[in-house]
C-alpha cells in the first residue's frame, strides 16, 4: 500500500503567531486520519496549506509521490486531493445537480457526462431527492452533503473533511459517520478534522493531535487518548495524571 | 532645483492632508462597516457648497463654518446608514457597491441640476496670504487646512484608541460576531462611523473652500485620490490612509512640477497599478491570497 | 427559463425585431431603438464578466474606446473597412483585456471596480495627450461617404438598427452557449464562491482572463459602430464612464446573470432616457439623477433586476400547484 499522503516539517507563521509548526505525518493509501486538537490548533490551517489556499513556510506536501507545496488550489484538486470547508460554501444560486456538476466538469467536459457522474456521486450522499433544490435553500446537513458530494465528483484519491460534523445532531452525526464509512468504503484516502470524540473514534484508527500549532501526539485512537499531554492539551494540566 | 523639488512636496503636502481627510473616512467606512463608501468624494463637495452659501449668504469664514458642515454631515451619515446602508449589509457585492455608487450618481447629477456646473469659489482675507522662509512659499489658507487636518485626524485616532466607542468600533471592524456577543450594537457602531466618515468630508470641504473652486464634479478628483490611498495604505487601516495620502499629494504635485499640469493623475493612477503589480501583498483585505 | 420557451421567445423576438424597422419609420423612434440594441449589446458583453463572474466592472468604456479607435485610425490612415476594423478593434481590446485583468483581477469586490476605474480613466487620460497618433483632445470626424456599406455608412437608420440586432443576436447566442457549457459553470462558481471553485479544480485566473477577453472584444465591437454611426470619435466620447455606467446598469436593472436581462434593461433605460430628452431637453444631470433612482430602486427593492424579479414570482408560482 502506498503513501497516499506524506506531510514533512510543514510551518506557517501569520505575523506574530506561528499557526503551523514542525508538523509532519503520513496517511497511507485507504487509511482514514483524524487531526484533532482543542480550537486554534491549526487544524484548518494545516488543511489550507495542504490544498493549496496558504503557501507554507517550510515543509513539503507529497501526495502519492508528487510534490503540492506551490501548487494553486485548483492543481492540487486536479491532482486527486480534494477538500470540504469548515464553513460550507455552496454555489448558492445553483441547484443541487449545478453544483456537484460543476465539481464533475474536471474529470468530464461535456455537461451530459458531468450531469451523469455528478448524479452518481448525489445518490451516493443520499441527496437525490434533492437535486433540482437551490443550494442555498438546503438544510445544514444537506449543505454539508452537497459539500462532500461536489467533492466527489472530481473523483480524488484523498479526501480532506473540515468538520463535517459541527452542529449537527446525534441522528444527524450518526449519518454522518456513516457516510464516512461509505466514502472510505471505496477505497478513499480520509483526513477528516473533528472536534467530536465519538464520531473521531467510529471512523479513524490512525489519530494525529495538534495543539498550538504542533504535533503533540500520533497513534492509535485508545493510546493517543491516554497520552498525558493529550488530556493536558484538552483539559489543562490539572487532569493529566 | 533643490527649491523647486522642496516647492513642490511642500504642496503636495499640504494637499495631501486634505486627502487624508477624505481617505481615513473611507478607511474608516470599509474598516468598520465593510463597504466601499463610492459617494464619499460627493460629501466633501457638500461641505464646500454648505460653506460657499455660509459665507456668501452669511459671510461666515469656511473656516469656521466647520462646525457647521461637521455635525451637518455627521447627521447625514447616520441618516444614510439607517435608511439606506443598514438595508444592504450582509448581502453580496453587488448591492454593496451600487447602493453607494449610485448614491454617488445621485448627488452629482441632483448638484449639478441645482448649482449648476459653474465654479464657486470664496475668496478670504487669507486667500492669497503666504509665508515666506527659506525661499519656500506657504499659502496660509493650505497651512491652515493642513495643520486642521492633522488636527482632526488625531482627534479621531485618540477616540478610535481611548474611549469606548471607538473600541467598540475597532471590534466590530476586527470581528462583527463576537462584537454583538460582548453586547456592542452594530447599528449604532455603524452609524457612528458612516457619521464620523461624512464630518471628516464635510470638513475637508470646508478647508478647502479658501483655496479650490467647487463645481458638482469635483468630489471624484478626491475620492479617487483617496480610494488609491486607502489600497496603498492597506486596506482597513487608519494610519496608513494618512501617510499614503500625504505620499500621494506629493507624487502629484512632483507630477505637476516635472512631467506637466494635467500629468497629476496620471501619476497617481501610474502609482496605483505599480503598486497593484509589485507590492500586492501589502495590501490586506480585498486583495486575492 | 426552460429551453422550449426560450428559444420560442428568441425567435418571435426576432421576428418581430427584424420587420420593426418597416413599420417604424420616423429617424427619432429608429435612434431610440438603435440606441436600445446597442446597450444591451454592450450590457450583454458586460454581463458575462459581471452578472454571471460577478466581476463588477465599471470601466469597459476602456474596450469600447480602444475599439473606437482601432477602427478608425485604421480607416482614416490605412482606408481599412471598418467591418475588419471592428474585428481588429475586438482583438486589440481582447489583447489589452489581458494586462488590463492581470492588474486589476489582483483585488476583489469594490476595490476590482475601482481598479476598472481607474484603468478607463488612464486610458482617457493618455488618448488625450496622443495628438500625433490619434488626434488628441480634439478628436475627429470620420469622413461623410454617403450611402457606402463597405465602409459601414449607410443612408436612413434602418441599416444601422440591423446592424446593432445583428450584434445583438450574435452576444446574445455567445452567452446562451456558454451558459450551458462548462465555462458558464465556471462562471457562476467562480462568481459565487471563489475559495470553494478553486477547490474543486476550476482554474480561475484562467476562467477570468477568458470571460475578460470575450467581454472586451464584443465590448470594442460596440465602439467601433457607435463611431461609424456618429460620424465622429473624440477621447471625452468614447472612453466616457457613462458608457462604463450603462453597460453595468442595464444589467442590474434588467437582471445581472439572466441571458435577457440586459436587453430588458436597455428597454427600460434608453426609452426613459429618450423620453427625458423629448421631454426636458437636454439639462445636464437629469439622465443620470433617473438612473441613479432607478438604480438604488432596484438595489434596495428587487436586486435580482425586473427579470430575476419575474423569475422568482415563476418560481413561487410553481411551488404552490403540487410536483407533476
Redesign the interface.
Known sequence: MADALVVSSLAKRFGGLQAVQDVSFTVREGETLALIGPNGAGKTTAFNLI?G?YRPDAGSVRAFGAEMVGL???QV??RGL??T?QVA??????TVL?NV???A??RD?A?AA?RDKAREAIDFLGLSARERTTARDLTTIDQRRLEMA??L??QPRVLLLDEVMAGLNAAEVDQAVLLVDKLAGRGLTIVIVEHLMRAVMAVAKHIVVLDHGQKIAEGAPGDVMANPEVIRAYLGSGYAR | MVEIVAQAVINGLLIGGIYALVSIGVTLIFGVVK??N?AQGEFVMLGMYLSYFLATRLGVDPIVSLVVTMPVLFVAGVLIQHF?IR??LG?????????T???S??I??????AF??NYRTVHTAYSDEALHFAGLYVPVAKLIAFAVAMALSGVLWAFLQATDLGKAMRAASQNREVAQLMGINPNRVFAVALGIALALAGAAGSLLMPFYSAY?MVGQVFV?MA??AV?LGT?GNVVGALIASLLMGVAESLGIQFIGA?SG??VV??L??AT??LR?RG?AA???R | MAIPVRLGVAAAGTIVAAVLPLVVKSPFALDVLIRILLFAFIGTAWNLLGGYA?Q?S?GHAAFFGLGAYTSTLLQIDLNVSPWIGMLAGGVVAAIASLPIG??????????F???T???A??LM??FLKLRDFAWGAEGTTIPNLGNAPLMMQFEGKAAYYYVTLGLLVVALGITAWIE???IG??L??LG??Q??????????PQVKRRIFMISAFLTAMAGTFYVQYIYFIDPQTVFNFSVS?EA?LVS?VGG??LLFGPLVGAVLLETTSALLQSQLGS????Q??V???I??AV??WR?TGILGYVGELVARRRAKRPER
Open positions: 490544498t489556499f494553486r488550489p485548483y484538486c486536479a480534494a477538500r470547508f460554501k455552496p454555489f448558492g444560486e445553483m449545478d456538476m460543476t465539481g466538469f474536471l467536459r455537461p458531468a461536489r467533492a465528483a472530481t | 463597504i466601499v463610492f439606506l438595508r444592504v448581502q453580496n457585492d453587488l448591492p454593496q457597491i451600487f447602493l455608487f449610485a448614491l450618481l445621485l452629482v447629477n441632483v448638484s449639478l441640476m449648476t456646473a458638482p479617487l480610494f488609491v489600497v486596506l494635467d493623475l496620471i493612477f501610474m496605483l497599478l497593484l503589480a500586492p495590501l480585498g486583495v486575492q | 460577478k463588477f465599471l492581470w492588474l486589476c483581477f489582483r483585488l476583489r469586490g469594490p476595490y471596480t475601482i481598479a476605474i481607474a484603468t480613466q488612464v487620460l493618455v450551458r457549457s462548462r459553470y465556471y457562476v462558481a459565487e464562491e475559495d470553494a471553485a478553486e477547490a474543486i479544480g476550476i482554474n480561475v455606467i453595468a442590474i445581472v446573470g439639462i445636464a444631470g437629469v443620470l439623477t438612473y441613479s433612482l438604480l438604488m438595489i434596495l436586486p
